[in-house]
């Protein structure tokens, strides 16, 4: 079975700084891996996703991620953050026999002017 | 766009009451799923479904039954509320093939007094 391990739970960071949020997983099996984003009183939303291919993913509001298979890691950035990135973001891995998601606990972007 | 509905996004129960849940998906998909989302702890499964009359146990069944008489529809049952089950419940629903991407609804925030 797999694990996911979101390494920060909380990360401030001021307006226009770059952001790093950190995950590990565990599979002993190929794998899709996900981030999902949740502003506040909403429902998860998928940000990006990782199946196959080129290990960069990228979503339309500027974040990306990198599938590294050596490391199991599949880390999110963003070069410049906004105010309206302020959510929970949550990593998640399925791997490919098996349709449904781990995921990690969340990690808490604040972001400040 | 893939709708998925929940019937409260708010709901405060006594303990001993039975507690309905109730997830709708407008795009055919054949899994849904509720989870529990409590903080430090991510989201963790609770019940899916495959098919219709179709479920498996999650990670954290106890306490819980679910009930899916048609395909679009996955409800949750309490069947006697205990205040260590107020949480934030997430439904989700996605195709049985392809990426197993997940589609959130906005989750209903129980509170059991």
Sequence with gaps: ?113 | DVKVTQSSRYLVKRTGEKVFLECVQDMDHENMFWYRQDPGLGLRLIYFSYDVKMKEKGDIPEGYSVSREKKERFSLILESASTNQTSMYLCASSLIQGSYEQYFGPGTRLTVT
């Design chain 1, 1 to 113: 079975a797999q694990s996911v391990t979101q390494l920060d739970s909380q990360v401030p960071v001021f307006e226009e700084a770059p952001v790093e949020l950190r995950c590990n997983y565990s599979s002993s099996v190929s794998v899709y891996l996900f981030w999902y984003v949740q502003y506040p009183n909403q429902g998860l939303q998928l940000l990006l996703k990782y199946l196959s291919g080129s290990t960069l993913v990228e979503s339309i509001n500027g974040f990306e991620a990198e599938f590294n298979k050596s490391q199991t890691s599949f880390h999110l950035r963003k070069p410049s953050v906004h105010i309206s990135d302020t959510a929970e973001y949550f990593c998640a891995v399925s791997e490919l026999s098996d349709y449904k998601l781990s995921f990690g606990a969340g990690t808490t972007v604040t972001v400040r002017a």
